[in-house]
């Protein structure tokens, strides 16, 4: 069964960092695009940021632009996503999910979802 799991997320305050991490189970995600998501209560799973299966292409929501940096270890099977410069607005559930080869800006694009990384920043 092909399955994401996110990880690194927890309590930090504004101006702070993380570092999320989305692990393959049971699949290699070299011919992946992951992209990750948001969530927060009462609100639409958002995107965040999405690279492409090569690596070549990286895109990111306005919101986060300048402050997060998504990369990619296939050798590890591992897509990152280091946040900096948190703001209390980027509290939420994050998720990772994937499609093939490139990136969309949709969620019902994706699949294979991870059970989610909380991330709470505050003060």
């Known amino acids: 069964q092909w399955r994401l799991v996110e990880s690194g997320g927890g309590l930090v305050q504004p101006g702070g960092s993380l570092r999320l991490s989305c692990t393959a189970s049971?699949?290699?995600?070299?011919?992946?695009?992951i992209g990750w998501f948001r969530q927060a209560p009462g609100k639409e799973r958002e995107g965040v940021s999405c690279?492409?299966?090569?690596?070549?292409?990286?895109n990111y929501a306005d919101s986060v632009k300048g402050r997060f940096t998504i990369s990619r270890d296939n050798a590890k099977n591992t897509v990152y996503l280091q946040m900096n410069s948190l703001k209390p607005e980027d509290t939420a559930v994050y998720h990772c999910?994937?499609?093939?080869?490139?990136?969309?800006?949709?969620?019902?694009?994706?699949?294979?979802w991870g059970q989610g990384t909380q991330v709470t920043v505050s003060s």
């Open positions: 999910g994937r499609r093939d080869y490139f990136c969309s800006a949709y969620p019902g694009d994706f699949g294979s």
């Open positions: 049971g699949f290699s995600l070299t011919d992946s695009a």
């Open positions: 690279i492409s299966f090569s690596g070549g292409t990286a």
